[in-house]
């Protein structure tokens, strides 16, 4: 698309991604190169990556385990340690191959070794692929708490190949949905009528799809990428997606949520909350309320599960001088910023929630 953002031109796709990563690995030689993959990645997709990688420098695989629960500082010093067993020095270079929590921690890990070291991502998920391969944001977890730790740093090259989410789950595919339909929520509201009417899609949209959202978050990103102001507005949804989905991960009896079916039940809530605060329009709430719902289903949610999500609210990282700062909608694609709920609203919130 000829509107890809200049910040972006290191967003590569597919097969002419390829050639212009091995481009990279002979013009800039490492001195080692390291793959990190989770089980996962390691089983269904990494020989089909090296099938495509020329490069004579030295490889070594790194594995982790798949799965938001690993997603800490204990993995990392499993991995740092692992790159200080095998002589790794402040030239080589790390692949990260995988979902945005390989993406996420590999970039972490890379950005703090040796303080610093070069790294590329290689997104195998639908939702790392339009969230986490944009706008160099890695990190990790604290215990339950979503993101804490970590810092902004934008890798040498992203490379988006669709191919890879032939070996995704259902459920994973979903969940990469949800940041796309919240791209045009908070930003083209023909975009939201194209990707929320999913009988009108099929495989041979995904490309364009991917890279509309690709564009949609690199724009944002490209004017403030350290999240000071209008990058905020990707946060939609996740104030009290955020919550719900360390409430979920944290409490064994509940099934875990992935990241997109969480952010989901965010957006419903964040919309409710949108009319009453913001006059979004009634019929417009009911839409999006359908569209999640039909997609995600509800989760049920009992008083004191919802007190202890709002209790986890205080720890997002949009919060400024003990404030809890939602982002909202005056209308589809026109967010709005830095906005306080009362708490009997959120309430209210999850009444409509369970029973619309």
Known sequence: MSDLPASLDSVIYAEKGYSRLNDFLKETPA????????SNTHQYCLSKFLQNIESSVTTEVIEIEAGEEFKNLQTCEGVWNVLSELEADRKSLMI???????????????????????????????LSMVDASVGGKTGVD????????????????????SSYLATLPPQEMRSGLAEIMKHGLIADEDYWNKVSDLSTLDLSDLDEIIETSVIIKGKIVEKDPFEQNIR?????????????ESYCLTHSERKKLLHGEAIAAGMILETYLSAQLKEFPEEKLKQISKVFKKMYGIEDFSESDIKEIKQLMKFDKKNERGNINFVLLNDIGKPVQDVTVPDELIDKAFEFYSTN
């Open 31 to 38: 001195s080692k190169v390291f793959i990190l993959v989770d």
């Open 96 to 126: 990260n191959l995988g979902g945005g929590v390989v993406t996420d921690l590999g970039g972490f890990v890379a950005s703090t070794f040796k303080r610093g070291i070069k790294f590329i991502n290689i997104p195998t998920t639908l």
């Open 142 to 161: 604290l215990g339950n708490l979503k993101n804490q730790i970590g810092v902004i740093n934008q890798p040498e090259l992203v490379l988006i190949d």
């Open 232 to 244: 905020k507005n990707l946060n939609y949804g996740h104030t009290l997606g955020h919550a719900i």
